[in-house]
């Protein structure tokens, strides 16, 4: 008898998981599997399993990753490939589970950053859902004119030292057609750098964000919107469902949208999401293997979907009658998470998120210029990727 | 240099009445020696003369101010503490010019008065130790020495002089008599000694339970105790009492002995009164069989002082002790003739146990 | 004029105006962030975002308190923290009440050196050790455990202990300690019974100081026990987290829940240990 | 003959089995040392020295795991990289100053605190608890009320402004307040652990003394200055020692409350380490940081002890 | 009970010597006093002796045990401490039955020895309040209760009476003269009071600066000083030292008074010495005119203490004391003829300061 023990946020719906697991273990005699619960957090969990892996321990089999760790997890040795064909799944996952044309991890469910917007006032002014960064700034001074509530906000992004920031820096640089690395290599463009770190620190400049926005994060976000001081908002999926719900003051009036592109450019976003790992140091590599593959099988992906409402990894999932019946809003997210793109996938990320976060926070917070920002951008990238 | 004065002094513990609304007038540059039985207030008392120990009623003037809320630092008072309280991280020359330098005294005036007193209480040589480096006496004369380093409006002195030997304390004790004489102050003393009570004295004030028992001067308190318990408590080895009646010009003993009336102490009992009476007799007014009046009994115990011989007897039921000169040692189980003066006889009515006039 | 005018401030400082002026401030300084998440365990999230901030709950409501409760084993975080706060602290005083006492009391030649290798002990950022910890406690096979926890927390509250109880220890007369030896105690017997009583306000303290720092450790109990059933609070707490929320309500209302015992604790304690305490007992 | 013999030897016997029993319980003083130190030399031993050796040792590796590559030794070469670091330099200089500005302010703020404490309330619990509270409010959440507390928006401070007629300021955005707002959350947490051991001290300190002070007519500065200050001495240093290495170590609060920004402008050395060695794996250079904290706390320890030791001499 | 023997025994703190070799046997069941000046190594000798105080050199036996190295509580000794050293988070009660208690005794027979040693001090109702409740004296009485409630096999007492006024010291002493007869265990008593040391004392043994200077039981020390020093600290009054010259049967001091050699204290001094000499009178055994052989000066200061009077005169340069009868008050300034019985005189020699024999 075989026991395999996976690592799973505690917010990834452990109790889900875990029919989907007896199943398992039913199709599979002789294999157990039990659950370890890391803490709710990336950072936690990040903590913790860089302990346990440093020290080279051999008590997790499958490990439950944030869609920016298979690189560093996969140079750091501490997970083992897995020979998978990537193609059915949503190509951004592809992407980032593949590193040096190995793939390191495969996805778990799909996440992706949404324009959040309130329905009804847009209904009210005869707005549409803006296509770009410009439009959305003249909705929102229409609609706060129209309005004359001091407490309403045109639109709440993160612009705290946080993930989420790093996100916010790259949806309009994506936007404008450049990307962070190509090839393994850098390919950094300073100028895209800076009208992304100008458009931001515009909005808050003009009143279209607040003037704090650097103490912004993610769940603030949320929590506006969902307050209903927010017409526009930049989040990712979990607010969904949260401003659905009993508490919220904005139920019925939410849609969601792609976010807007730079003038000129294409509308891009930015990717999150889950991905399963196998455990160099698990003692049942190949038991964990097949077990990754069924995780994170179109089977699951749907269970998950329905019974979770967790984004699937398979495009074709979002179209799927059970699902879309299950989770209707899922129809509207398939055009959005499909232009998704990964963050820079490198084994040293996290250097690589550090060096943007602190500089959007600095650019924003007024502590930088946007151009200074962007060089310091730069001229970190180019310490981390060489 | 003031007077002091307590004015129905109160203090309670609770409900535990230690010292009882008590009244005082100390004068201007007197020396007051309290005594008392242990536990009878005496340190509590001085503690609330200098503002230790919030009163609990009453008054306490120091010159012409009422200082029952005034802090002790504003009182100008020294006073050496029961238990020492010196200063364990400062060295003894520290602690004695701990007052001046607070009072910002010259340095080099400071020194001086520490290198006197502690010349008068031979600690010279100690100056540069702590506490912890000194011998029980020692600790006691730098306690001592931070007294008088200064010269305030009052001293108060708690057993300043207890744990040291006979002979230094004779030499303290003259220097205090002559500090007092020179500069004057009021001083308070609480002693257990004879002999520091009867020479430094003024006036003595003898505690009981919290109250004033009697006052008056040394002369006045050994030889006209107001009450059993001063005749009792004043002078060592303390005076006898035995029960006795006045019985046809005579007091009779329990056991036969009789003494007559005449000629006892100023004795206003006529010859016909009968009653009941506590004689006291002091040891010292007991003399080897010289005179005619006398008691007969037996040796029970003998201590031999050096200085004196301490023979303990029973008439009327008490055992008494009379003090007799060193040469004579009588046996235990001896007989012994006992005389005495009458006019050194000292009568106390048995109910209020107050001297009779 | 100028002694009323001193006695009148001096009164002034040692009256009751003073007193209820020092209890305000310290009770403000103290308990405002205790007060202010005690307040929002009864606050809903919606009344987070309001502005202006409103100070008092508009509509108290339990459904917090509720909450914690039934989304996570609140009690048994509580619990597991409690008792390794409890064994750790238990531990830390009984080594460092040793330790300090052979510190305080023995005449050692290498007592700079070994004061300075205690304190050298806790200069080491915890994070940094944490792998290595990890492996020793693997090694030792001691992983998911209380012991897992209560050890490196003794470790790690014995420096700031075994000082403070010296610096205790040294205040205390010898000759109390004598007298407990002339009565027939040990050395050990006259250090328990009379030494470690008199410094109770030190014990005291490095008790609380050895418990709060087990109570509020987070990092070796995110790492060295991962089993559910074994998490202390610090860990738990987290969990009321999502990936992305940060329910300030269900948090306070957990962190209020975690506060009292320790609040219980500190109070019993303070009553029953630090106010016995008198002098009389030596001159000098 | 015989009986007394047995006797003799029973008498013996006991007389031995006393003697093996008093080694133990009344051992001479080495032995005693050794006894008393030996369990904390035990466990510090298992559980400091060995982790602590791989600290050290690993400060000399090239182990960076997100390379790829095998540990290498590399000599100084971690230690050599620091000076061109300017994070480093930033991380080092907040570290610094955040211990300059918030031990001399918890030592004052927490002796304060103490003194009030010691008055003769008539309920001592409050006022014990609203002392320790702080202390035992865990430091993480702390961190995250004072971060609220300073929110430009739904903190206290900004209505507390707004209520006495000045206006909000958005304390996070400039590094000047961001650190004083950091400073000051340090200060009210550590000040309940310097009043905790202080007030403790205090409460040693017997009456009698300031009784006998008061007499020699010291006012309360004086009798503070006089009697209080030097018998705390050994507590404060004490106090002071460990506040210093905790305010070397500074992590949490300043990691909660700004996550070290704007920028890194209030990043500390804690939280450089933390983010090298588990966010970015470079362990060698994580170590290498360390290791230079280990040294700069030691440096700081060893003048302290020194102001401990001058005193005993002294003594 | 057991005999102690001290062996050359040495304390040393740092260079400065406090006892210094000293060679004590002390029998069992004997009571021995130990007195001598402030700070000459009292205290430090019933330490070594409880075990308190590592000791420098030598070698300290209790009964036939060599007890260098044994700590305090295996020694089976009771001490009272100078400084009372009670533990103040005990109640009286609890601090009495501490040692019983560790020692593991029956709860209702410690109760008993505590209830029994309470009363004998006066202290019952103070059983169960704290000391820092009690008085200076109440406190020492604690102190000796915690000793006394115990039968251990060698009491150390460091001046267990200092604190208490004469009466209760009067009767503290009788009961602990009864405790050592009825149970007679071995007593090292330290005291300062010479009634104490007298009346208690099997032998008194002198310390000066660390040294025995003479042991001798009562009778010895006090009438037979080996020098000046024990001449002076034993007795109270100190004995009087005037220098004087032997000439032709005379003794001469520098003013002109003489006293007859014949008949002078065993005086093997022939007629035809002629040297110099230190002389030692009591102050008891001066007698206002009552012998031919006398002393002509004039009254310095006059202290009347009730029960005596201590007169203060000046011959040959030196201030004598006289201890006279209350009665007799001489005024200061006027002339007095003092007489005293030549067999009293001491003699000493100048250098050496020992008694001639
Ligand atoms: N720790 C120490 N360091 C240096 N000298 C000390 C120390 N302790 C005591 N002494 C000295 O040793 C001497 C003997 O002290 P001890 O206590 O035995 O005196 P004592 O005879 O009991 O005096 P007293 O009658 O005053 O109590 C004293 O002179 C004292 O100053
Ligand atoms: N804190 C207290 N609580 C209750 N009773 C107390 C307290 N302090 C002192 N007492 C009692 O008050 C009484 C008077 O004490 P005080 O110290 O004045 O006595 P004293 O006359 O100085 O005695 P001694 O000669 O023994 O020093 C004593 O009976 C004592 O037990
Ligand atoms: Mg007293
Ligand atoms: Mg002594």
């Known amino acids: ?386 | 240099m003031a007077s002091v004065s307590l004015r129905k002094l109160e203090k309670s513990y609770g409900a535990f009445r230690v010292v009882k609304a008590i009244d005082l007038e100390i004068m201007d540059g007197e020396f007051v020696v309290l005594v008392g039985p242990s536990g009878c207030g005496k340190s509590t008392t001085l503690r609330m003369i200098a503002g230790l120990e919030r009163i609990s009623g009453g008054e306490i003037r120091i010159g012409d101010r009422v200082v029952n809320d005034l802090p002790p630092r504003e009182r100008d008072i020294a006073m050496v503490f029961q238990d020492y309280a010196l200063y364990p991280h400062k060295t003894v020359r520290q602690n004695m010019g701990f007052s001046l330098k607070v009072r910002g005294a010259n340095a080099a005036d400071a020194d001086n008065k520490i290198r006197d007193a502690a010349e008068m209480l031979g600690i010279t040589h100690l100056l540069d130790r702590r506490p912890g480096q000194l011998s029980g006496g020692q600790r006691q004369r730098v306690a001592m020495g931070r007294a008088i380093v200064r010269r305030p409006q009052v001293f108060l002195f708690d057993e300043p002089l207890s744990n040291l030997d006979a002979k230094l304390r004779g030499q303290v004790r003259t220097e205090i008599k002559r500090l007092h004489q020179t500069i004057g102050t009021t001083i308070v003393y609480v002693t257990h000694d004879q002999v520091e009570a009867m020479t430094l004295a003024d006036r003595i004030v003898i505690l009981r339970g919290g109250d004033i028992e009697q006052i008056g001067t040394p002369d006045q308190v050994y030889n006209h105790p107001a009450s059993v318990f001063v005749g009792g408590f004043v002078g060592a080895p303390s005076m006898n009492f035995a029960k006795a009646r006045t019985t046809q010009g005579y007091l009779d003993f329990a056991d036969g002995n009789r003494l007559p009336l005449a000629g006892l102490a100023g004795a206003k009992l006529s010859v016909a009164d009968e009653r009941e009476l506590i004689v006291g007799i002091r040891p010292e007014h007991f003399m080897p069989l010289r005179s005619d009046v006398g008691l007969n009994s037996q040796v029970q115990v003998v201590e031999p002082l050096g200085s004196d011989t301490l023979v303990h007897f029973a008439v009327g039921g008490a055992t008494l002790t009379a003090r007799l000169p060193p040469e004579l040692r009588p046996k235990a189980g001896e007989a012994i003739k006992l005389g005495l003066d009458p006019a050194k006889i000292h009568l106390f009515d048995p109910e209020t146990e107050r001297a009779l006039q | 004029m100028s002694t009323a005018v001193a006695s009148t401030f001096d009164q002034a400082l040692s009256g009751k105006p003073l007193r209820a002026i020092a209890a305000f401030i310290l009770i403000v300084n103290g308990l405002f962030p205790a007060l202010w998440i005690l307040l929002t365990s009864f606050k809903t999230e919606a009344e987070l975002t309001q502005k202006p901030i409103t100070w008092l709950p508009h509509a108290a409501t339990l459904r917090n308190y509720i909450q914690a409760f039934s989304d996570q084993p609140l009690l048994t975080f509580l619990f597991n923290s409690f008792m390794v706060a409890l064994l750790s602290t238990a531990l830390t005083l009984l080594v460092s009440v040793l330790a300090a006492y052979a510190l305080a009391r023995l005449n050692l030649r290498f007592r700079g050196l070994i004061m300075s290798v205690i304190i050298a002990v806790s200069t080491f950022p915890l994070v940094t050790l944490l792998v290595p910890l990890f492996e020793t406690m693997r090694a030792l096979n001691l992983l998911n455990s209380w012991t897992a926890l209560v050890l490196p927390y003794t470790v790690l509250s014995l420096p700031v202990c075994t000082l403070v109880l010296t610096s205790f220890f040294e205040g205390i007369p010898r000759d109390l300690e004598n007298a407990a030896m002339i009565d027939g105690c040990t050395r050990f017997g006259a250090l328990f019974r009379v030494v470690v009583p008199l410094s109770a306000p030190g014990v005291f303290t490095a008790g609380i100081l050895a418990f709060v720092n087990a109570w509020d450790e987070f990092l070796l109990a995110l790492s060295f026990n991962s089993n559910p059933g074994l998490r202390t609070l610090p860990v738990g707490i987290q969990l009321y987290q999502g990936e992305f929320a940060f329910p300030w309500p269900v948090i306070s209302a957990a962190l209020v829940v975690g506060i009292v015992p320790v609040a219980i604790l500190i109070v019993i304690f303070q009553e029953r240990v630090v106010s016995g305490l008198t002098t009389g007992g030596v001159k000098g | 003959m015989t009986t007394t013999s047995t006797f003799k030897s029973e008498a013996d016997r006991s007389l031995a089995r006393r003697r093996w029993l008093s080694r133990w319980s009344d051992p001479d003083d080495t032995t005693l040392a050794v006894m008393l130190l030996a369990p904390a030399a035990i466990l510090l031993s298992v559980m400091i020295v060995y982790p602590v050796s791989r600290l050290i040792y690993t400060s000399f590796l090239d182990l960076s795991l997100t390379s790829g590559l095998p540990a290498r030794f590399a000599g100084l070469a971690n230690f050599r990289q620091m000076p061109d670091d300017p994070v480093f330099w930033q991380a080092t200089w907040n570290t610094v100053l955040i211990t300059l500005i918030t031990v001399p302010g918890s030592l004052f703020v927490g002796f304060a605190l103490a003194l009030l404490a010691n008055l003769p309330f008539r309920m001592k619990w409050p006022v014990r608890l609203s002392l320790l509270i702080p202390w035992a409010l865990p430091l993480s959440f702390a961190g995250l009320i004072f971060g609220w507390f300073f929110h430009s928006e739904y903190g206290v401070v900004n209505d507390v402004l707004n209520r006495i007629g000045l206006p909000s300021v958005i304390w996070f955005n400039s590094p000047r307040l961001a650190f004083a707002a950091i400073c000051l959350a340090i200060i009210w947490k550590a000040s309940s652990f310097m009043a905790m051991i202080i007030l403790a001290g205090l409460q040693t300190i017997p009456r009698s003394l300031y009784e006998a002070a008061d007499v020699d007519g010291a006012g309360r500065v004086r009798q503070f200055l006089e009697i209080t200050l030097p018998l705390l001495k050994p507590t404060i240093v004490v106090a002071l020692i460990f506040r210093t290495i905790t305010a070397l170590q500074t992590f949490d609060i300043p990691y909660m409350m700004t996550g070290g920004g704007p920028g890194t402008e209030t990043t500390t050395l804690a939280m450089y380490i933390h983010q090298n060695t588990v966010s970015f794996l470079d362990l060698g250079y994580g170590s290498a940081l360390a290791v230079v904290m280990f040294g700069l706390s030691m440096l700081v320890t060893a003048l302290y002890l020194r102001m401990i030791r001058g005193n005993e001499a002294a003594s």
């Open chain 1, 1 to 386: 008898e075989t026991n395999l023990k996976v690592f799973v946020t505690s917010q990834g719906q452990p109790a889900i998981w875990r029919t989907l697991l007896d199943q398992y273990e039913a199709r599979n005699p002789g294999i157990k599997v039990s659950i370890e619960l890391g803490g709710t957090t990336s950072d936690m969990q990040a903590q913790y399993l860089n302990t346990v892996l440093t020290a080279k321990d051999s008590s997790l089999d499958v490990l439950m990753l944030d869609v920016i760790r298979p690189a560093q997890f996969a140079a750091a040795g501490w997970t083992s490939p897995v020979a998978s064909d990537m193609s059915s799944y949503l190509r951004a996952y592809a992407e980032a589970n593949t590193i040096d044309g190995k793939v390191v991890a495969l996805p778990a469910f799909a996440d992706s950053m949404f324009l959040y917007y309130r329905k009804d006032l847009l209904d009210k002014y005869g707005l549409q859902p803006p296509k770009t960064w410009d439009e959305l700034a003249d909705a929102a001074k229409k609609v706060a004119d129209g309005e004359k509530n001091p407490n309403l906000q045109g639109l709440s992004f993160q612009g705290k030292a946080i993930e989420g920031a790093v996100c916010t820096f790259l949806v309009p640089y994506w936007s404008q057609g450049k990307v962070v690395t190509k090839d393994g290599k850098l390919d950094f463009d300073r100028e895209a750098a800076t009208k992304s770190l100008a458009l931001w620190k515009g909005f808050a400049d003009s009143g279209v964000a607040k003037k704090n926005i650097a103490e912004v994060a993610t769940d603030d976000t949320r929590k506006e919107f969902q307050a209903g001081n927010v017409l526009f908002a930049v989040n990712w999926a979990y607010a969904w469902a949260m401003s659905q719900d009993a508490e919220s003051a904005v139920v019925g009036k939410v849609g969601v949208a792609r976010l807007p592109a730079v003038k000129g450019g294409e509308q891009a976003t930015c990717l999150g999401g889950w991905e399963w790992g196998v455990s160099a140091f698990s003692k049942h590599q190949d038991e964990a293997k097949k077990l990754v593959e069924y995780l994170s099988s179109p089977e699951v992906s749907k269970y998950m979907a329905i019974n979770g409402s967790l984004l699937p990894t398979y495009g074709k999932l979002y179209k799927d009658a059970d699902v879309t019946k299950a989770v209707p809003w899922f129809a509207d997210a398939q055009a959005i998470v499909e232009t998704a793109k990964p963050r820079p996938v490198t084994p040293r990320y996290n250097e690589v998120s550090e060096a943007i976060r602190t500089t959007v926070n600095a650019v924003l917070a007024g502590a930088t210029t946007p151009a200074d920002g962007a060089a310091q951008i730069e001229a970190r990238l180019k310490r981390i990727i060489r």
